[in-house]
């Protein structure tokens, strides 16, 4: 049974209207937003660069400060190749286990491996009083969640359902979430090349989030 939502339900989204952002304006040009968390990743990372790659789009990468540590050289080529980075704590930290401040100081501790105001809370686990202090203390911060759940992380799903998740809820300006990692790999390394086709077909740009 699935326990997540693949598709953000609106009344989630109105809870925190000011803290966090869902979705984005759509504009006279179709775009789309693919978001990638837990990377970088030795094997991943580099196939979603070369996907992004062949289809001229670029993404956002929510990076878990412990592996850009691990991989730097991957983190680089993410800058590099004009894709924009995010800040995912420095060990992937669930927000409502962990004490505000241990909180505040993990995703600070990650930004001095990642150059980024933009933060995704793991799991999209984060207390309001931990978003609203982290506003407060660095007030450039954007904290991003998404529209749509591939649901790549799911074991229990096929690769053709998480293709499936995304394609009957995409729209322009979604915010899709992807991983880069080894317990994403084989859905996401599916799922990818078959919406990034699908984007192009309905004439939709796939664009990183603003930095």
């Known amino acids: 049974m699935v326990s997540y939502w693949v598709k953000t339900p609106q009344w989630l989204k109105k809870l925190f209207p000011r803290e966090m952002i869902w979705d984005m304006p759509v504009s ?24 992004l790659a062949k289809y001229n789009a670029t993404g956002t990468f929510f990076c878990v400060g412990e592996n850009v540590a691990r991989y730097p050289e991957i983190y680089g080529k993410l800058i590099e190749n004009g894709h924009t980075t995010g800040n995912h704590t420095y060990n992937h930290v669930n927000g409502w286990r962990t004490d505000n401040a241990m909180y505040l100081k993990n995703i600070i501790k990650a930004k001095g491996n990642i150059h980024s105001r933009l933060f995704r809370p793991p799991y999209g686990r984060i207390r309001l009083s931990q978003a609203r202090k982290l506003h407060r203390s ?47 790999w084989e859905r996401m390394s599916f799922a990818l090349p078959h919406v990034l086709e699908y984007c192009k077909q309905q004439s939709w740009k796939v664009m990183a989030l603003p930095q």
Not at 28 to 42: M, Q, R
Not at 157 to 184: E, R
């Open 28 to 51: 006279n040009e179709p775009v789309i937003y693919l978001t990638f968390d837990d990377g970088p990743h030795p094997t991943a990372t580099p196939f979603v660069l070369e996907q």
């Open 138 to 184: 660095h007030t450039d911060w954007q904290i991003y969640m998404w529209d749509i759940l591939s649901g790549d992380f799911d074991r229990n799903i096929t690769p053709q359902q998480c293709l499936d998740n995304v394609l009957a809820h995409i729209a322009p300006g979604s915010i899709i979430v992807f991983h880069d990692s080894d317990k994403a």
